[in-house]
Structures are given as structure tokens and as C-alpha cells.
């Protein structure tokens, strides 16, 4: 079960795309942190939710949230993801030890090896402010983030 509004969120420290460290505590001394994660690289409904993502990339900037995405997939496998999709974002590799921060958000499903559809907007002092998971299949809706975008706009912690 992933953590819940209200919660602590797990600190993390993975490489990104190119090989470089980025830690959830860093992230959060400069701004709230929206992590979402996203099963598989290459597939074709993660595709289409960082495509979607990618292109709304300025409305979470302008509403003062990082954005950050991780994946089981390795480092070198998401390098080729976003150089195939000239993404401009950080994609995280949770790959070894295998799904160790999928599994301390409670996102992990550990038949299948990899994370659900799920996001979680983080604050500056690691409370975790809003989540949404999408059922195995299904896909994120960007007015959902949309909720979470609004949120910040009034909330007195981000």
C-alpha cells in the first residue's frame, strides 16, 4: 500500500539519467518535490504519461515544484529513453538494489519487478501532500496533477 497524505516520505538518493546522484533532500531545501513513478522505460502508457508530462513540464516550474521520475529501469536505459524522447527531465534509476525506493513508498509490486503508476507531491519539510495511483493498466490523468498544482497555489507548507 503507498504511503499516505499526511506521511513522511522516505528519503532517497538515486543517479539520474546521466549517471549523476540526486537526493530527495537536496531537492527539497530548494522547493517541493513531485516524485512520480513510472513502471517500465520504453513502454508505450509510461511513453504517453512523460510525453504529457514533458510538454506540461513549465506549469509544475511555474508553480514552484521539482519534478522528478524514477523507474526499476537502469540508468543506461533511461538515457536512451530520453535521448529517443528528447525529454528535458530527471529520470531516476531505482534499479539496484532492485526497487528499494519503490518499495519504501509502498509502490513496488514485487510479482511483476516494478513500480506502479504512482505520484506523490512531497513538501519542503518531507510531508507528503497529495498522491494519486492509477490502477494496474490504467493511466494518470494531467488534470489530476492539475489538483496538485492548485494545491500549491494556496498551501501555507510549500
Known amino acids: 500500500m503507498a504511503i499516505a497524505v499526511g506521511e513522511n516520505a522516505p528519503y532517497f538518493e538515486l543517479k539520474n539519467q546521466h ?22 522505460a520504453f513502454s508505450a502508457t509510461c511513453t504517453t504519461e512523460l510525453e504529457e508530462l514533458h510538454r506540461e513540464r513549465e506549469r509544475f ?17 533511461l538515457r536512451a529513453w530520453a535521448d529517443a524522447g528528447n ?37 519542503r519539510s518531507g510531508i507528503v501532500r497529495w498522491v494519486v495511483e492509477a490502477p494496474l493498466g490504467g493511466i494518470r490523468q494531467f488534470s489530476e496533477y492539475e ?8 498551501a501555507e507548507w510549500s
Not at 546522484?21 to 513510472?38: D, K, N, R, T, Y
Not at 526497487?99 to 513508498?105: E, N, T
Open 19 to 40: 549517471g549523476q546522484s540526486v537526493q530527495l533532500s537536496a531537492l527539497l531545501e530548494v522547493e517541493p518535490v513531485m516524485v512520480v513513478f513510472l513502471p517500465l
Open 61 to 77: 516550474v511555474a508553480a514552484g515544484l521539482a519534478l522528478v521520475f524514477i523507474s526499476v529501469d537502469s540508468t543506461a536505459t
Open 87 to 123: 525529454f528535458e527531465l530527471v529520470l531516476l534509476s531505482d534499479f539496484w538494489p532492485h526497487g528499494d525506493v519503490a518499495r519504501s513508498f509502498g509502490v513496488l509490486l514485487e510479482d511483476k519487478g516494478f513500480a506502479s503508476r504512482a505520484s506523490f507531491l512531497i513538501d
Open 147 to 154: 489538483d496538485a498544482i492548485s494545491l500549491m497555489e494556496i
